[in-house]
T-cell receptor
Framework: AQKVTQAQTEISVVEKEDVTLDCVYETRDTTYYLFWYKQPPSGELVFLIRRNSFDEQNEISGRYSWNFQKSTSSFNFTITASQVVDSAVYFCALSLIYNQGGKLIFGQGTELSVKP | AAGVIQSPRHLIKEKRETATLKCYPIPRHDTVYWYQQGPGQDPQFLISFYEKMQSDKGSIPDRFSAQQFSDYHSELNMSSLELGDSALYFC????????????????FGPGTRLTVL
């Protein structure tokens, strides 16, 4: 069975601070995807990034960066110079590759509040 | 770019009534997923369809049923509604893995907020 854990329920920072959201996953499968989704107060789920289990290369996209480490089963998400618009619930998720219609298994989510 | 369309966006029903939620996937996407998100919770997988056939099934109550039609849109039918069914229902779509960079990524619709009174 697969499991995703986001130990940080809520994080509060002041604008321009850097913040890291932790994600730890469990799976016995060797081929899987990891995702991050953002859920702003308006409620929609917005796709941010997908990584494959066979590609541990870290990724940077503007103020966002992701650190994937198979050795620690972690896929952490860092926001640099946070902004008020980053306030949202962030979900880490896992799914299996080569699994038609395979479900996403979500973590519990981390609610990020960025104060001006 | 076209996104996943869900209708209605809001729905209010009484206990024991029925409800039908509709989902129109991103064009060319062949897989549809349904998720239920209760207040303060993470989305929970209900069911998925690949090429109009049921592909995977989660904790979907027997009172719920779903299908995917020939035009790839999907409907979630919910009967004998209970207070506990009040939630945000998401539909997502993806293109099945064929080696492409963007395949297998689930893109979500805006959700249908169901309130059962």
């Amino acid at each position: 069975a697969q499991k995703v854990t986001q130990a940080q329920t809520e994080i509060s920072v002041v604008e321009k601070e850097d913040v890291t959201l932790d994600c730890v996953y469990e799976t016995r499968d060797t081929t899987y995807y990891l995702f991050w989704y953002k859920q702003p107060p308006s409620g929609e789920l917005v796709f941010l990034i997908r990584r494959n289990s066979f590609d541990e290369q870290n990724e940077i996209s503007g103020r966002y960066s992701w650190n994937f480490q198979k050795s620690t089963s972690s896929f952490n998400f860092t926001i640099t110079a946070s902004q008020v618009v980053d306030s949202a619930v962030y979900f880490c998720a896992l799914s299996l590759i080569y699994n038609q219609g395979g479900k996403l298994i979500f973590g519990q989510g981390t609610e990020l509040s960025v104060k001006p | 770019a076209a996104g996943v369309i869900q209708s209605p966006r809001h729905l209010i029903k009484e206990k024991r009534e029925t409800a039908t939620l509709k989902c129109y996937p991103i064009p060319r996407h062949d897989t549809v997923y349904w998720y239920q998100q209760g207040p303060g919770q993470d989305p929970q997988f209900l069911i998925s369809f690949y090429e109009k056939m049921q592909s995977d099934k989660g904790s979907i109550p027997d009172r719920f049923s779903a299908q995917q039609f020939s035009d790839y849109h999907s409907e979630l039918n919910m009967s004998s509604l209970e207070l506990g069914d009040s939630a945000l229902y998401f539909c997502a779509s993806s293109l099945e893995y064929r080696g492409g960079r963007d395949t297998d990524t689930q893109y979500f619709g805006p959700g249908t907020r169901l309130t059962v009174l």
